[in-house]
């Protein structure tokens, strides 16, 4: 699936600050996470769940600079190939950049499952390079089998 021209505001941007002081990606958080994608060869795991969902090229949309990149990776999202549940987790991973809580708020508003967030949660500690021990820690499920 190709992107490049809007069709629309995308149905999520409304959860986004896209405000000049506000903006989740501002330009050291984009150098940060292209050089995290070069340490990861050249790949993010959102880069991979994107091109799963048939997104051509996801590398070209993350991370957006400004307002009209995140609808275009909003787009990408919702005309991806995917279910409505991936396509919110994909767009929970997004609200996490945030980094204030309103990823929470968006679990509770679309009654996204603890376990899919988890798993979100866990592929953004293991592309943003924080935390990244903790990210072992949220994507176990409590139903998961333990290490004896």
Aim: net charge negative; proline share 5%.
């Amino acid at each position: 699936m190709e992107h490049g021209t809007l069709t629309g505001d995308p149905v999520y941007l409304k959860y986004f600050d896209v405000s000049d002081a506000g903006f989740a990606w501002p330009a050291s958080l984009r150098e940060e996470i292209l050089e995290r994608r070069i340490a990861l060869d050249d790949t993010l795991i959102f880069d991979i769940l994107l091109e799963a969902g048939g997104v051509a090229r996801p590398w070209t949309l993350f991370p957006p600079r400004a307002q009209e990149d995140l609808e275009l990776v909003l787009q990408a999202i919702e005309t991806s190939d995917f279910d409505d549940l991936k396509k919110e987790c994909l767009v929970y991973y997004l609200l996490k950049w945030h980094k204030d809580g309103r990823e929470g708020r968006f679990q509770v508003d679309r009654a996204i499952p603890s376990q899919y967030v988890n798993l979100a949660d866990a592929y953004w500690h293991l592309d943003s390079g924080v935390d990244i021990a903790v990210s072992h820690l949220v994507a176990r499920s409590p139903s998961s089998p333990t290490d004896a």
